[in-house]
């Protein structure tokens, strides 16, 4: 079984609720016939009935729930919430109204607060910040973690490196140039995210263009800070760094260039520098090795909300639809 197939056998066996706020796209119905179908996920539609019949004409959508913002009996309720949680921020009731009525994404974030719903998935018409903001907003940040930051899991075909070919790469979608403590909570969050989704140890690399002092220069201490603050924070977790790429995965040259390290040549997690680094790395990989890339998918929130790319299929939601159920099942 593939990786997928084993987030969705995991999903199937407790079921979650995914709410779905981008009901103005074919891509969301195509994706909710198919999780419906295959008893993935139980799913919230946002929108009112006219319009979701009219955009998912065609489409078998037997056993959604459609909540419509403006006759749903609960949105009073959130009106309320969202009043009481940016109060400080000056929002009036009459604004709060207006953003629950019209921005479903705040809508569905409010379902997910309230626990009617177990997490969101969108973004497919929606940039990352339109998705991220009213998580920030509403939801706030994990327990126990400083920052949202966002992770791509990789699955390369015919490969024995990382996890049979799985790996974690992070931050390749959201935090643009992380200082070493941020880079630390990346590494953190990320070993976390891979014990969820993949099932295994983590092992977890810092990357950089040098390895243990092979090159000097402001971008590699930022990288050995990081370790240094990542390890002092989670001492039992398998890390190591600074790696360069082929001695972080070859297990061959992990030997040479950096002999005694328990992660070197066996990184499952790849934590990159910066988001130029993450996210040409993770297209790379994903255009050359014709690798399987589910993301960007986010971590420190609170509840599970996870963006897409604007580019993204049917089949990418209907994967992170499933992704989202399992780390619900994880936030219990």
Request: net charge negative.
């Amino acid at each position: 079984m593939g990786f997928i197939d084993v987030i969705k056998a995991k999903a199937k066996a407790d079921k979650k609720v995914i709410v779905l706020p981008e009901t103005e796209d074919k891509r969301t119905y195509e994706a909710a016939e198919a999780v419906l179908k295959e008893g993935t996920a139980n799913l919230i539609l946002v929108g009112s009935k006219e319009e979701i019949e009219k955009n998912g004409a065609g489409f078998d959508l037997t056993g959604a729930v459609i909540v419509d913002p403006a006759t749903d009996e609960r949105t009073a309720g959130y009106i309320a919430k969202l009043v009481e949680l940016r109060q400080k921020k000056g929002m009036t009731e009459e604004q709060a109204k207006e953003i629950l009525l019209t921005n479903y994404l705040y809508y569905g974030v409010m379902m997910v607060k309230m626990g009617d719903a177990d997490g969101m998935v969108s973004g497919a018409c929606h940039s990352t910040a339109d998705t991220l903001r009213p998580c920030l907003q509403i939801l706030k940040t994990k327990p126990g973690t400083k920052l949202v930051s966002a992770f791509f899991v990789m699955v390369v075909p015919d490969c024995e490196m990382g996890e049979h070919g799985t790996f974690i790469f992070g931050d390749s979608g959201l935090e643009q140039n992380p200082d070493p403590e941020k880079l630390a909570a990346i590494a953190i969050s990320s070993a976390e995210s891979f014990r969820t989704l993949v099932g295994a140890e983590p092992k977890v690399a810092m990357l950089s263009h040098s390895t243990k002092g092979s090159a000097k220069h402001a971008d590699v201490d930022k990288v050995v800070e990081a370790t240094k603050i990542a390890k002092e924070a989670a001492p039992e977790l398998m890390l190591d760094g600074e790696l360069q790429l082929d001695a972080a995965i070859v297990p061959e040259i992990g030997e040479s260039k950096a002999p005694g390290s328990k992660v070197a040549g066996h990184a499952n997690v790849l934590i990159f520098p910066d988001l130029d680094a993450g996210n040409i790395g993770y297209k790379l990989v994903q255009r050359l090795a014709k690798a399987e890339a589910y993301g960007p998918l986010t971590q420190g929130i609170a509840k599970p909300v996870n963006d897409l790319s604007r580019g993204c299929s049917a089949a990418d939601i209907e994967g992170v639809i499933a992704i989202t159920a399992v780390q619900a099942q994880a936030a219990e």
